[in-house]
Nanobody, 123 residues
């Protein structure tokens, strides 16, 4: 059974940084399509960063050049490094997996989700 557990959320001032972690079991992160999504209050869930089984990456325009998605093969963990955070980045962040996927990362079918971790960016 696949399980994804996010951590690393919290409160930070605008311009600050956070690193989110997603520890996986039942799936091998190194060979899986993985992604981070977020959902702000009153808004639809949106994809933020994607990485496929070949480690190609895609980013939403709103986070490009500020966020970095990466895999730690040894720890079987997915990360999201978030820099230059803005109030608009406030949301619950979810990790997801599509299993093996070599397509354009944002087009993989993400069907298994974690429980989410809250990020608040406020002065």
């Amino acid at each position: 059974q696949v399980q994804l557990v996010e951590s690393g959320g919290g409160s930070v001032r605008p311009g600050g940084s956070l690193r989110l972690s997603c520890t996986a079991s039942g799936v091998t992160v190194s060979s899986a399509g993985m992604a981070w999504f977020r959902q702000a209050p009153g808004k639809e869930r949106e994809g933020v960063a994607f990485i496929n089984s070949a480690d190609y990456t895609n980013y939403a325009d709103s986070v490009k050049d500020r966020f970095t998605i990466s895999k730690d093969y040894a720890e079987n963990t997915l990360y999201l490094q978030m820099n230059s955070l803005k109030p608009d980045d406030t949301a619950i962040y979810y990790c997801a997996t599509a299993g093996g996927c070599y397509e354009t990362p944002s087009l993989c079918r993400y069907s298994i989700w974690g429980q989410g971790t809250q990020v608040i960016v406020s002065s």
